[in-house]
C-alpha cells in the first residue's frame, strides 16, 4: 500500500502495455487506499503516441476530466530502436539511430511531464516517478558503449531534474524520482539479460516502496529499487 498518498488517491501509469507498466496498473489496483488507477498507452483510450505532442495534449485533457492525480509512473522507454539495439562501439554510430533513442527516452517523457503535471493535485503530496537507468548515470559510467541509451537516460535524468524545480515551486510536497527499476524480466530486456532476472510484479513493488518512503527535497532523487541513491 501506498501509505504516504491521501486516502483515495488517483494514479495514472505512463506505457501500461509494458511489462513493468502492467506490473503498476495491477499492484495499484490492488491497494485499497488507490481510488483509481489509469493505465494509458498507445493501444488504450485515452491513449498517446509518445512521438506525437498533440496525442499526449488530448490525452491528458481527456484525464483532467476525471480529477487530480497524486501518482504518476512513467515505464515508458525503448532498448532496441526500429530494429536495432544499443551501439558497442563508436564505428557503429548512426545519427538517425540516436536521435530515435533520444525521441523516445528523453524527449517524449519530457513532453509528458508538461502536459500532465498540471493534473497533479495542488497542496497535497503527490508523486512523478519516471523509470530511468542506471547507465544513465554520468559518474558510474564505467564499462562505455551503448552510446544512444546512454545518452538519452542522461539527457532524460536532466530533463527530470530541471522540471522538478519548477515542479516543486508549484507543489512543494511532490517528490519527482528517476528509478532504476534492476535487471527485469520483458520484452524490452530479453535480449540482454540473463535468468536471474526479476518478475516484474516484484520489481514494481519494490519500487512503491521506494517511492513512498522518499521524502520531498526540492529536487530530483536518482533512485534503485532497494532504495539507495545513484550519483547523477
Not at 53 to 76: I, K, Y
Not at 81 to 101: F, I, M, N
Not at 160 to 169: C, G, H, K, M
Not at 184 to 211: H, I, Y
Request: proline share 6%.
Amino acid at each position: 500500500m501506498m501509505l504516504s498518498l491521501p486516502e483515495g488517491y488517483r494514479a495514472v501509469v505512463f506505457g501500461a502495455s509494458g511489462a513493468l507498466g502492467q506490473a503498476f496498473v495491477q499492484a495499484l489496483q490492488h491497494d485499497p487506499r488507490c481510488a483509481k488507477v489509469c493505465g494509458v498507452s498507445r493501444l488504450s483510450s485515452p491513449g498517446f503516441d509518445l512521438l506525437d505532442e498533440s496525442s499526449m495534449a488530448a490525452c491528458a485533457q481527456a484525464l483532467a476530466a476525471r480529477g487530480p492525480v497524486h501518482l504518476a509512473l512513467d515505464a515508458t522507454g525503448a532498448l532496441t530502436v526500429k530494429g536495432r539495439g544499443p551501439e558497442k562501439r563508436l564505428d557503429e554510430l548512426d545519427a538517425e539511430h540516436l536521435l530515435d533513442a533520444m525521441a523516445l527516452n528523453a524527449v517524449g517523457p519530457a513532453l509528458l511531464i508538461k502536459h500532465f503535471s498540471p493534473l497533479m493535485a495542488p497542496g497535497q503530496r503527490v508523486i512523478w516517478a519516471k523509470l530511468s537507468a542506471r547507465v544513465g548515470s554520468i559518474e558510474d559510467n564505467r564499462k562505455g558503449g551503448w552510446y544512444g541509451y546512454r545518452a538519452a537516460k542522461a539527457a532524460l535524468n536532466m530533463l527530470l531534474q530541471t522540471a522538478s524545480i519548477e515542479l516543486v515551486r508549484r507543489r512543494p510536497l511532490a517528490v519527482v524520482a528517476a528509478l532504476q527499476p534492476g535487471t527485469v524480466q520483458s520484452a524490452l530486456s530479453k535480449p540482454f539479460v540473463g535468468n536471474d532476472a526479476m518478475r516484474p510484479d516484484e520489481a514494481a513493488q519494490r519500487l512503491l516502496t521506494v517511492l513512498d518512503a522518499l521524502q520531498p527535497n526540492g529536487r530530483a532523487q536518482f533512485v534503485d529499487h532497494q532504495g539507495q541513491a545513484i550519483p547523477w
